[in-house]
């Protein structure tokens, strides 16, 4: 039986290159192998619904096929293309199972014969587009959308539909599968009307069926996923997650506090993603990442009854060494979580920077518990936090700084936990809310501006499991040379309290604007040269994966001589 019509169980850097699509057959001549046996020459097959047959070859613009099925017809070889008609619609699914390209001749899904992508719309199935036990494939310029109007078939599918799903089921290495330019949108389990419990947003992922975006999955013990790559790509009004990258857990494979890596090496980098009901972006199980220049808007969303409606623009777990830079998280929504960004338990060398973060319910600083030398540096926060315990249904704080401690039921770290060269700012309607676990182990916080117009207070982490009072355990602490408004920017009763704390307006250029530029201090004298430089914590032999140095500012200017305060550094 086929991937596509199998159940699926629910679980728990930089561009170096653009596919390109040959839209012509290349045919070499006259080239034999070392055994004499001449090389297969790259084929280009062509389908068309408006005038193909799929009892054409394929080959030729003439002769196109009709539908997608014709590719279980054929076997792809390395360097072979498959053009679908611009600006047709296609109802059977995009199937790639075992196919495998080489580095140098990729198998390439593309369009022709104009510029509008092509659509492929289906029903009844688990995803529009499966690339399955594969390597070196690319996808590019498709319209994909799955599960606007009816439901997945009875049988077909597990509890998960996706427009987009790459998966490794059986053991090896698969590599270099290439998502660019497509367009995901309309992705829905359920047929319209079905309304979600009132529990459901509660729980930890959700429990019930949901459409998803972009799914890649590794789903075998005995498997490694390297160089995946989701480029330029827009999704929107999908019930769950955008964009989401997880690595099977079995129990026995977690040999460490931070489980097994079964994604490694991948790219997530301008995309725009819009109207999820889950996150944005969330990643479990993956490794030496770059996620950077995406667009996050709306994630948590609930304006469709089977939308789950919680999630944070983007969220890792299990993961280790992720640089996630540049980007942009708006108006995340829910009742739990739904910060920006946020770092759920078991990392490693999480590093947040140069992000724009606004309006966020959840808060804007969230690291979970067992998660090691993690970072936020050198982003922009506006509103984060907004979000009343007991208030519409919520039932977690929001925040604008958060070190939980929670790790599945037990309160573990964070350890090394470093935020510095941020710009806070929380409108005078927002009470600015601080949570620091007791037991957090290695705490800096240093050169930032807390422009808290309004009250401050502490809260407790209210994760899952409530922290309970206790022996206050928090060490290895560096907390200084920070900018608040007033004395009333941190609250007076929280234990941790700036040992050399600034106080002042640095006047920023159009406060409460949402534009990086609008958070440019105009009273330059307040912030230049003004910060120190980032010291290692004491107790950490190891600092940031990334170093603790920047050379540069969330705008992109240089750094000269000492920091300025904030997340912008100043001309001299």
Not at 119 to 145: D, F, P, Q
Request: aromatic share 8%; hydrophobic share 35%.
């Amino acid at each position: 039986m086929a991937l596509q019509d199998s159940a699926i169980t629910e679980l728990p850097g930089r561009i170096n290159r653009l596919p390109l699509v040959l839209l012509v057959p290349i045919f070499i001549l006259g080239c034999f192998s070392c055994t004499g046996v001449p090389a297969k020459a790259s084929k280009v097959y062509y389908i068309n619904p408006a005038m193909g047959s799929d009892a054409n070859d394929g080959l030729h613009m003439t002769s196109p096929f009709k539908s997608l099925r014709a590719l279980g017809t054929i076997a792809l070889n390395a360097g072979d293309s498959v053009l679908l008609a611009a600006d047709q619609t296609f109802t059977y699914p995009l199937i790639l199972e075992n196919v495998h390209g080489t580095k140098q001749k990729p198998i390439v899904i593309s369009h022709y014969n104009g510029t509008a992508p092509a659509r492929i719309v289906t029903t009844g199935h688990i995803s529009t587009v499966l690339v399955a036990n594969s390597s070196y494939v690319e996808v590019n310029n498709l319209s994909v959308t799955a599960g606007k109007g009816e439901a997945v078939t009875k049988g077909t599918a597990g509890n998960m539909r996706c427009g987009v799903l790459v998966i490794a089921t059986e053991p090896g290495e698969y590599e270099h599968i290439y998502l660019t330019k497509l367009k995901v949108q309309d992705v829905f389990y359920e047929a319209p009307g079905f309304k979600r419990p009132a529990g459901e947003v509660k729980t930890a992922n959700g429990t019930q069926s949901y459409g998803w975006g972009i799914r890649v999955i590794n789903k075998s013990d005995e498997a490694i996923l390297r160089d995946v790559r989701v480029l330029s790509c827009s999704i929107d009004n999908v019930g769950h997650t955008g964009i989401k990258f997880t690595t099977w857990k079995k129990g026995k494979e977690y040999k460490d506090n931070h489980g097994r890596h079964g994604i490694i090496g991948f790219e997530v980098a301008m995309n725009t993603v819009s109207g999820t009901g889950g996150p944005g972006i969330q990643m479990s199980g993956v490794k030496n990442g770059h996620v950077h220049h995406n667009t996050v808007d709306r994630s948590g969303s609930n304006d469709d009854t089977r939308k789950w409606g919680r999630g944070s623009g983007l969220w890792t777990w299990g993961s280790k060494k992720v640089l996630i830079e540049n980007n942009r998280f708006t108006n995340a929504n829910g009742p739990g979580d739904s910060a920006g960004a946020h770092i759920d338990f078991n990392c490693s060398d999480i590093v947040m920077q140069y992000n724009f973060s606004a309006n966020n319910a959840g808060g804007f600083c969230e690291i979970l518990g067992n998660n090691y030398n993690c970072a936020y540096r050198y982003n922009i926060s506006v509103n984060d936090g907004h979000r009343v315990k007991g208030e519409e249904g919520a039932f977690q704080e929001g925040k604008t700084f958060w070190l939980s401690g929670y790790c599945n039921g037990k309160r573990r770290g964070p350890y090394n936990s470093y935020f510095y060269n941020n710009t806070i700012y929380v409108n005078r309607d927002i009470v600015s809310k601080i949570a620091i676990d007791r037991v957090a182990d290695g705490v800096l916080i240093a050169n930032n501006i807390f422009h808290i117009e309004g009250d401050s207070k502490m809260v407790k982490g209210d994760q899952y499991n409530p922290e309970t009072d206790g022996e206050w355990k928090v060490s290895d602490v560096f907390f200084q040379n920070n900018l608040f408004l007033t004395t009333k920017s941190w609250p007076s009763e929280q234990r941790l309290q700036d040992g050399m704390p600034l106080y002042g307006t640095v006047e920023f250029a159009n406060l409460g604007g949402m534009d990086i530029v609008d958070y440019r201090p105009v009273n330059k004298e307040m912030v230049v040269d003004k910060g120190i430089e980032i010291p290692k914590l004491e107790k950490d032999s190891l600092g940031l994966a990334y170093g603790l140095a920047m050379e540069k500012d969330i705008l992109g200017n240089p750094i000269d001589g000492l920091p300025d305060l904030g997340a912008i550094e100043m001309n001299k």
